[in-house]
């Protein structure tokens, strides 16, 4: 992957990680087994 890759896959893995801890109960101990 080129690093403009790598960045846009960071960018998509965390909008999808906010998405999904914006819309569902999980407490703030279980985010490192997300």
């Given at each position: 992957?080129?690093n403009?890759?790598?960045?846009?896959?960071?960018?998509?893995?965390?909008?999808?990680?906010?998405?999904?801890?914006?819309?569902?109960?999980?407490?703030?101990?279980?985010?490192?087994?997300?």
């Open positions: 992957m080129s403009i890759d790598d960045k846009t896959a960071i960018e998509l893995t965390a909008d999808i990680v906010s998405a999904y801890v914006g819309n569902n109960p999980l407490p703030a101990s279980g985010l490192p087994d997300l």
